[in-house]
């Protein structure tokens, strides 16, 4: 039975202190070519000099969210394009 109130399609949001769930994190490690490498130090450069403050782990996801919305086609392209790198550590130098 109605209340007689009107109600609006509009639902309340969620109480603000309702605690947000917070994403696993994962410790990896991995290899990459130094020029590569580079530019991460190079953008992180960029956006200090408009005064913003970036971290490497900040720009990786950056990338995997932009590599998250290719296709297949493109994904493959992008991969090819890529040299090789040896896979695992590099040796030590004696």
């Excluded at 994190?25 to 530019?39: G, I």
Aim: proline content about 7%.
């Amino acid at each position: 039975m109605p209340s007689g109130k009107p109600t609006s399609g509009i639902k309340s949001l969620p109480d603000s202190k309702a605690k947000v769930k917070k994403a696993k994190l994962v410790r990896d490690s991995f290899t990459m070519p130094a020029d590569e490498y580079q530019v991460l130090g190079d953008v992180k450069k960029l956006f200090l000099k408009a005064g913003l403050e970036v971290k490497k782990s900040e720009l990786l996801r950056v990338g995997v969210a932009l590599i998250r919305d290719l296709d297949l086609a493109n994904l493959k392209l992008a991969v090819a394009s890529l040299p090789p790198v040896k896979a695992g550590r590099p040796k030590k130098e004696k």
